[in-house]
């Protein structure tokens, strides 16, 4: 079955890096758009970024713009997000979300366009 699983979250100070990944199985990882949103404590959960199936376009949120970038390596079936310069308002779980559908030319960023998710992993940013 399908299975999405991230990994890399944990602490770090204002203005640090971090790198998730998401190692995907149990589907063609190749011919999907792959996407990371995040979900804050009391908040609804939210589009980071997403990338096409074939890796050629991104699309961010405007909060993450020039901080963050996802990409993925469709040989090892892994899709990442590398933040930069973090803040603490980027505390939040991170999941990453495979699309419904294959080959979709354009990158996708509601939550309702993705069928499968990973448990998340846990990002906090300390001021």
């Known amino acids: 079955q399908v299975q999405l699983v991230e990994s890399g979250g944990g602490l770090v100070q204002t203005g640090g890096s971090l790198r998730v990944s998401c190692a995907a199985s149990g589907f063609t990882f190749s011919s999907y758009g792959m996407a990371w949103f995040r979900q804050a404590p009391g908040k609804e959960r939210e589009f980071v970024a997403a990338i096409t199936w074939s890796g050629e376009t991104t699309y961010y949120a405007d909060s993450v713009k020039g901080r963050f970038t996802i990409s993925r390596d469709n040989a090892k079936n892994t899709v990442h997000l590398q933040m930069n310069s973090l803040k603490p308002e980027d505390t939040a779980v991170y999941y990453c979300?495979?699309?419904?559908?294959?080959?979709?030319?354009?990158?996708?960023?509601?939550?309702?366009?993705?069928?499968?998710w990973g448990q998340g992993t846990q990002v906090t940013v300390s001021s």
């Open positions: 979300a495979a699309e419904r559908r294959r080959f979709t030319p354009v990158v996708l960023l509601t939550t309702r366009d993705y069928d499968y």
